[in-house]
């Protein structure tokens, strides 16, 4: 059986969430957890429906469920996941995130800088003001997600302005797995996804125009 546990591929993921009324259920159990007929009702669904929607929620990981005093049968979701899809006229691709470490210092990421220390208190107000601070945390960083893709998107534009003489969106993928770097041909072919042979010809053809240069190493950026 496939769980979140055993890191669940982000496609199946985006298949299965693309169900009006599984995303309708998970959003009833991120406000409480709820039985058959409770979900039924909320969904406007028969209970058969529902007992098949979740048998396939619970088979990915997303939900499990746990027997109240009354025999009676709740469902909840499992543990956090985020499952981001990128659109661009340069990429197309999904990924599953899941919750880090605890251990996860933010404070030393290279291009990133937050506060994360918080007070040890826990009394409510602090634990109240906690959740507000992280949900203010939580908008910037997807503001900050939203620059970063489109200026990923201007980036590619202008290097594709230049690489459309040259092989296209390959050329693009190419440069920039060598950013930085050198880079051995099958290492480039692992990350851009093509064959070997394909890659050495685009490299052959960069490096007549002095955009890149063969090393002991492998290939890198002339400049």
Sequence with gaps: MTNLRSRMDSGALLDLLGNENRRRILRLLARKPSYVTEISEYIGVSPKAVIDHLRRLEEAGLVESHVDEKRRKYFHIAQNLRLEVRVSPYDFGTKSAYPA????????????????????????????????????LERELSMAQRWVQGRLTEVQSELTTYAEENGGHLTTDILSALAGENRSIDGIAREVEVPESLVERVLEDLSESDVVDRTDDGWTITG
């Design 101 to 136: 470490s605890a251990d996860l210092d933010l404070g030393n990421c290279s291009h990133l800088r937050v506060r994360t220390a918080f007070d040890g208190e826990q009394g409510v107000a602090d634990l109240a003001a906690r959740l507000d601070e992280l949900r203010d």
